[in-house]
């Protein structure tokens, strides 16, 4: 008896969670994380030997061993972001031989996105912080 409105309660509590997630996914603007292709590059989606996501942590939010790349009150250029991946710096590896400019763009657009909507929760829209 106990159990199974244990498993009942359990039940409904998914049901909810999903169609929660279902509104929340189509009223808010969610990271563009999988169809972006220079978010699957940060996340080694598309290639296991680029995953900047290891040092830089998912989203770009910063991890132990390297600084956020997102919302850190800093800006960047393009040309010095991709000088930077290129070329490297201290502990960050170079990517020149890994990486095209044009790779390199499309993570700074998609870094750019995500700054804009904000890291790890959905934000409020691009038009927010429009850049
Ligand atoms: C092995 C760890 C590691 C990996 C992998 C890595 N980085 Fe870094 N990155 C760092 C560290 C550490 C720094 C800080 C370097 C310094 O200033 O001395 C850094 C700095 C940067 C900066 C400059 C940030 C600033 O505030 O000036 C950018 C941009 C950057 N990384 C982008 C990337 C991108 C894009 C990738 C993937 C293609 C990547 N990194 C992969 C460790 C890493």
New binding site residues.
């Given amino acids: 008896m106990m159990r199974k409105k244990h498993i009942g309660m359990n039940v409904r509590v998914l049901v909810a969670a999903f169609f929660l997630l279902l509104v929340g996914g189509c009223e808010k603007k969610t990271i563009p994380l999988p169809d972006h292709p220079g978010g699957q ?2 996340h080694g989606i598309k290639r296991s030997d ?3 996501y ?3 942590g998912p989203l770009g939010a910063g991890g132990p ?3 956020p ?1 997102v919302n ?1 009150g ?1 800006t ?1 250029a393009h040309d010095p ?1 991709v000088q ?2 290129l070329n490297g ?5 170079p ?1 020149q031989s890994v ?1 095209t400019e044009d790779e ?1 763009l499309s ?1 700074a657009d998609w ?1 750019e996105k995500v700054s804009v909507l904000g890291t790890g929760t959905a934000g409020d829209g691009p038009e927010k912080g429009s850049k």
């Fill in positions: 590059i940060f680029v995953r900047c290891r040092c830089h061993n390297a600084p790349l850190n800093k960047i972001f930077m991946v710096r201290g502990q960050m590896p990517f990486l390199i993570i870094l």
